[in-house]
Structure formats: structure tokens, C-alpha cells
């Protein structure tokens, strides 16, 4: 859904309601001091009026000194207590927005998460949600103070006409209203593309740097370099323009808060007002556009602000495939069962009426040609993703009635790709049950056979592992996720190519782990290897999304 910039911030804005007690401290603190401000600039038009004997408040010259002073130890007092309100709310709401993304990223995986790009959500929950840091500390309080002080200087002003308060009134809507919304809507577009264009050069960073190796095998460097350069200077012009405008807008400001000074002073002529009057509410509009200014001047800035909103938003109101089931039947594992299941990827159908039936104490193989819907069947078991049509069950109950974490308790599920975290290999496996015994995690591995090859290491379970698993060959790191599933020690075990990346020793060692665990569990293991069919005892074989 495209949302305005307006709404956009009012999306923001629902976000401060547990802070709402400080950010009125902050628009108070804030409009006090300027008005502080104000009357120091004020005050001096007074000291001019005082010395030709012409006074307007007469206060006299030793008054007035004291006053200014008095105004501007006010000013930094109530200054210093602004921004530091302003940026306690800041930070504390990107702490909250944080905790709140990792949480909806959570729910949306892995469904809603494996066709983006993860550069893009690495640029989005770091360098966007920074960004809000500028509309949280230096948008929002601004905005209420520079309503509050123009309220209070038409007010003023009006007292010595009320022609003069109402026009006042105009040019602050002026400068801090129609001025800003003109410039910021030239800018909007170029800042959302900029933040989306950032977020796809990241991705194609990381996508460069796992694929180093290729890419030099291949002598693909100089085209790899030249996409780079490419993407970068685009989003450089982008800056450029974003830039030129801003110098645009700050000159059209300085224009028009010139050109509406001399308006009031045209306006004091036009209505033969004194000279007290002419001078002090000359003094008084020219120097309370500072509030409404800096509204002005947030335009080219909050291209960028919203733009990085609108993604956090679209983020944290994105909903999941599957939404988790906190309360809901938790039976004792008895078997598994799919009946006519249709599911597809948008409009590319991949499982057509398909039915199948898993008892407890099978080892099941299934099989069938790359994209046939092998691997997608194995998460629907899982419920990362709900079928179309058809039923899906375990232990007779349908998985759409099962509590999400006692699913996923019964289910030990190992993915093609085993992806490995920054850490210790005991880390690793432990992944799958924190609380699990040093015995407990060796056997584990010893099924797996993996556990030799630690042994071996100089620092054996405590071996660091490189990012992504780098530092492990693909036959080890699919070990660690055998392990980790064997760990877990689920009723339900769902392999995805157990055994693709190993060499027969292992693989037979797996797959007679694997045969003894059957004994109480189901498994079901997809898997193109006749080695590993010839262990099972029921054979099913996907041929174009149908069963056969």
C-alpha cells in the first residue's frame, strides 16, 4: 500500500504514544527557549527605542539588560533540556522499532523472507531505522514547537493590530506549511529510490563477496566491478539532485522570510503605525521564523526520513503466511498425512492433488525431478507455508489446529542448505537444544558422523566457525545440521537431501543411524540417491506436482 508523507508520519507518530509524557516536555522546553530567543532580539529594539526616549514597555536601560541576560541563560538552559528529551525519545524508539522488526521478521519466516534480498533487510533494519533517529529528535518536536510559538507570536503581534497578528499568522503558515510541502514533494520520489536502490546494492555486495571465489574463477572481476560502479554512481546522481534542491530550498527560505519582513514593515506603513509599533513587530516576525524555518529547511532531509519510514512500515505491517497458533491442540505424535494438496507460487503451480501417508516407525523416501515440489511439501509439514486446498495432518489433528511450538517440537526438519552462525561448532549443534547434556550433543554428533572429524580439530566442540559456515566444507556443515536434527530428537524427522554432499562411508553411517532411529519416529527424507531409497520402506515420487 503507497502511503502519503503525511501518512507516513502519522504512522510514525502512533509509535510515540508510550513516550508521550516526555515529548511534551520536549515541545515545552523547546518553545520556551526560543521564545527567550525572541524577546533577546525584541528586547534590543526596546534598548534602541529607550536611548531616543521614545520607550514602548518602559522598562528602563538597566532592566532590560537584565532581562536579555536572564533570556539568554534560558535559552541554553531550556535548549540543552530540548534536544536532550528529544533524543531519549530517539533512541528509545529505535530500540522499541528494532525489538519490534526482529519480532515481525520472525513471524515472517521463511515464507515472506526467501524473495528478498538480504542486503535490502540488512540496509532497512540498520542505516533506514537510523534514519528515523533525524524525524524522532529533530521532526516531530520541532513541528509541535513551531506550532506553539506561532500561536503565541500572532497572539502578540495581534495585540498591536489585528491585521498585523492575522498576517503574521499567514507567513509562518508561510514558510513552516506551504513552503516545506511544495519542496518536499519534488524530493519524495527521488529519496525512496534512493533508500530502495541502497538496499539493493547492498545485497548485490554480499552476493559479490560469498561468490568471490567464482568470480575469480571466471574472470568476472572487471564485469562484477563495472555493476558496482554502475549502481553506485546511480545512487550517487541521485544524492547530487537530492542535493542541488537542497541548496534550492534553502535560498527560496531565506527569500521568502526576507520578502515577508519587508511585508510587515510595508503593512505597518500601510496602516500608519507608529514607529514603536513598526520597529517591534518588525523585530518580533523576523525573529520568530527560527521555529517555522527550520521546518523549511527538514524538507530535503525528511526525503529520506519518510522514505526509510515507508519501508520500516510496510515491514512492520507486513503479514505473515502462516500466522503462529499460541493456543491450539497439542496431541502426541502418531503419524502424518497430506490429502489432495494444491499449492503454488503465484501463478506457478507446484503441488497439483497430491496425497501421501507417513506411519510411525517408516523411514520414507520421496523423490522426483528438480522444482517438482519436493522440498516444498517438507515445508508444509512444517507450516512455513499453508497449502492452497487439501489437508495437511499430523497425528490426525490438522496442523492448522496444532499449537505452532509443539509443531515444530515434534518435528526435527533439516534443509538442503545448512547455514551455520558465527560461533563454536557446540554452539552450532546446541542450536537445536540449548539445554542439552555434553553426552547428549556427542551422541548426537556420533549419529551425524561428525563427531570424529571435532575430535580431530585442536579445539575440538569448541572450534570457531567462520561466517556462513565458510570455514567448513559443505559434506561438514550438512553434517552439523544432521546433528542438530538428531539432537533435537523430534517424532518427525523431515531431511532435505540428507546425504548429497557426502561420500559413502558417511553416508552409510547416516543412514544406519538413521534406520535404528526409525524404530519410534517417522522419516521422511527427500532425496535422489538410490542408496538412500533403497533404505526406505515406502517410495513416493513426484512427477510435474502430482504423486505417482
Not at 461 to 488: C, H, M, N, P, W
Request: hydrophobic share 45%.
Amino acid at each position: 500500500m503507497k502511503r502519503s508523507g503525511f501518512g507516513v508520519m502519522i504512522g510514525l507518530l502512533g509509535l510515540v504514544k508510550p513516550l508521550a509524557h516526555i515529548m511534551f516536555l520536549c515541545v515545552t522546553f523547546g518553545a520556551i527557549g526560543f521564545l527567550c530567543a525572541i524577546a533577546i532580539t525584541v528586547l534590543g529594539g526596546e534598548l534602541i527605542l529607550t536611548t531616543l526616549g521614545e520607550s514602548y514597555f518602559q522598562l528602563g536601560f538597566k532592566s532590560i539588560c537584565g532581562i536579555v541576560l536572564a533570556c539568554a541563560l534560558l535559552r541554553g538552559v531550556f535548549r540543552y533540556a530540548e534536544q536532550t528529551c528529544g533524543h531519549y525519545i530517539a533512541f528509545k524508539l529505535l530500540a522499541v522499532i528494532r525489538d519490534k522488526l526482529f519480532a515481525v521478521l520472525r513471524k515472517l519466516a521463511p515464507a515472506k523472507l526467501e524473495t528478498r534480498s538480504r542486503g535490502d533487510l540488512v540496509t532497512l533494519i540498520t542505516s533506514d531505522i537510523e534514519l528515523l533517529e533525524v524525524f524522532y529528535a529533530h521532526t516531530i518536536a520541532p513541528v509541535c514547537i513551531a506550532i506553539v510559538v506561532s500561536l503565541i507570536m500572532s497572539a502578540v503581534i495581534g495585540t498591536f493590530h489585528v491585521g498585523l497578528g492575522i498576517f503574521a499568522l499567514v507567513a509562518y503558515g508561510v514558510i513552516g506549511y506551504i513552503l516545506p510541502v511544495c519542496l518536499w514533494q519534488k524530493d519524495n520520489k527521488d529519496g525512496l529510490d534512493i533508500r530502495n536502490k541502497l538496499g539493493n546494492l547492498n545485497g548485490f555486495f554480499l552476493e559479490s563477496l560469498r561468490g568471490m571465489e567464482e568470480t575469480l574463477q571466471y574472470n568476472g572481476t572487471e564485469k562484477r566491478l563495472d555493476e558496482v560502479n554502475e549502481k553506485t554512481e546511480e545512487i550517487n546522481g541521485l544524492q547530487h539532485k537530492i542535493k542541488k534542491q537542497e541548496g534550492w530550498n534553502f535560498g527560496m527560505s531565506g527569500f521568502f522570510v526576507s520578502a515577508l519582513t519587508l511585508c510587515m514593515v510595508g503593512l505597518n506603513i500601510y496602516l500608519k503605525s507608529d514607529f514603536q509599533t513598526t520597529l517591534l513587530t518588525t523585530l518580533m516576525l523576523s525573529s520568530s521564523f527560527g521555529p517555522v524555518l527550520a521546518l523549511s529547511n527538514l524538507s530535503t532531509t525528511l526525503t529520506s526520513t519518510i522514505a526509510s519510514g515507508e519501508r520500516v512500515l510496510d515491514l512492520l505491517e507486513e503479514q505473515p503466511q502462516t500466522s503462529e497458533i499460541y493456543e491450539g491442540k497439542t496431541p502426541e505424535f502418531t503419524g502424518a498425512k497430506v490429502e489432495n494438496i494444491d499449492f503454488s507460487y503465484g501463478k506457478e503451480q507446484i503441488l497439483l492433488d497430491v496425497s501421501m501417508e507417513l506411519k510411525k516407525g517408516q523411514m520414507v523416501s520421496l523423490t522426483g525431478a528438480s522444482g517438482s515440489g519436493k522440498s516444498t511439501l517438507l515445508k508444509l509439514f512444517m507450516r512455513f507455508w499453508s497449502a492452497e486446498s487439501g489437508v495437511v495432518s499430523v497425528s490426525g489433528e490438522n496442523i492448522d489446529e496444532i499449537q505452532t511450538k509443539h509443531l515444530r517440537d515434534m518435528e526435527g526438519y533439516m534443509t538442503q542448505d545448512t547455514d551455520l552462525f558465527q560461533g563454536t561448532l557446540r554452539e552450532n549443534i546446541l542450536l537445536a537444544k540449548e539445554d542439552a547434556t555434553e553426552e547428549e550433543m556427542v551422541v548426537a554428533a556420533q549419529k551425524a558422523s561428525i563427531h570424529d572429524f571435532i575430535t580431530i580439530l585442536p579445539d575440538g566442540y569448541d572450534t570457531k566457525v567462520a561466517e556462513l559456515g565458510e570455514s567448513l566444507s559443505g559434506g561438514e556443515r550438512q553434517r552439523i545440521g544432521l546433528a542438530r536434527a538428531f539432537l533435537q530428537d523430534g517424532d518427525f524427522i523431515l531431511l532435505d537431501e540428507p546425504t548429497a554432499n557426502l561420500d559413502s562411508l558417511n553416508e552409510g553411517m547416516i543412514l544406519k543411524s538413521l534406520h535404528e532411529a526409525k524404530k519410534d519416529k517417522t522419516i521422511l527424507m527427500v532425496s535422489h540417491k538410490a542408496s538412500t531409497i533403497g533404505v526406505a520402506d515406502v517410495n513416493y515420487h513426484l512427477d510435474g506436482g502430482r504423486m505417482s
